[in-house]
């Protein structure tokens, strides 16, 4: 069974600083993951999406890479910035399955 | 503008009342689906659908029935078997082409009275 794990839950980090999110999954059989970012009480907003045949993809002050290999993922946020607080959720993609396995989320807050 | 929507965006039920949850889309995805996301979980599948008149069941789909009639519609229906019905419901969609993104609405939030 698919277990997707997110370390840390929470972080907690000053304005400006560039930090990295982690993403770890048991099963490497998978055809994409996916970032996404959820505000309190709000649907989640997609961020990146990574094909198996892929190893990063950009956007702005975001980068995600995967290793399927070793089962990981980590989304980089570059200069943080307080709108950035939010919690950041991950993804797979299941090969055959066609629905997503999610982690638990880390909960990220941007000191001004 | 393109999206999910989904309403009502807060609901109240009494014990043992059945309540529907609705999710309509206009991107002209074919797939479909409904997740639940309890406090300081991730999300959990219900139900899902790839394509209309058919539609599977996800890995807590007990106390849950949907339906999917029409392309752009896909209503989750609580029902009184559910023995733990608060909580977040999430409904999203995505082309069925393998590796596409799923996109999602703004969220349901149903509390039992």
């Known amino acids: 069974k698919q277990e997707v794990t997110q370390i840390p839950a929470a972080l907690s980090v000053p304005e400006g600083e560039n930090l990295v999110l982690n993403c770890s999954f048991t099963d490497s059989a998978i055809y994409n993951l996916q970032w996404f970012r959820q505000d309190p009480g709000k649907g989640l907003t997609s961020l990146l999406l990574i094909q198996s045949s892929q190893r990063e993809q950009t956007s702005g002050r975001l980068n995600a890479s995967l290793d399927k290999s070793s089962g990981r993922s980590t989304l980089y946020i570059a200069a943080s910035q307080p709108g950035d607080s939010a919690t950041y959720l991950c993804a797979v993609d299941l090969q055959g399955a066609q629905k997503l396995v999610f982690g638990q989320g880390t909960r990220l807050t941007i000191n001004p | 503008d393109g999206g999910i929507t989904q309403s009502p965006k807060y609901l109240f039920r009494k014990e043992g009342q059945n309540v529907t949850l609705s999710c309509e889309q206009n991107l002209n995805h074919d797939a479909m689906y409904w997740y639940r996301q309890d406090p300081g979980q991730g999300l959990r599948l219900i139900y899902y659908?790839?394509?209309?008149?058919?539609?599977q069941k996800g890995d807590i789909a007990e106390g849950y029935s949907v339906s999917r009639e029409k392309k752009e519609s896909f209503p989750l229906t609580v029902t009184s078997a559910q023995k733990n019905p608060t909580a977040f419901y999430l409904c999203?969609?995505?082309?069925?082409?393998?590796?596409?993104?799923?996109?999602f609405g703004p969220g349901t939030r149903l509390t039992v009275l």
């Open positions: 659908s790839q394509i209309v008149n058919d539609f």
């Open positions: 999203a969609s995505k082309v069925t082409r393998l590796s596409d993104e799923q996109f």
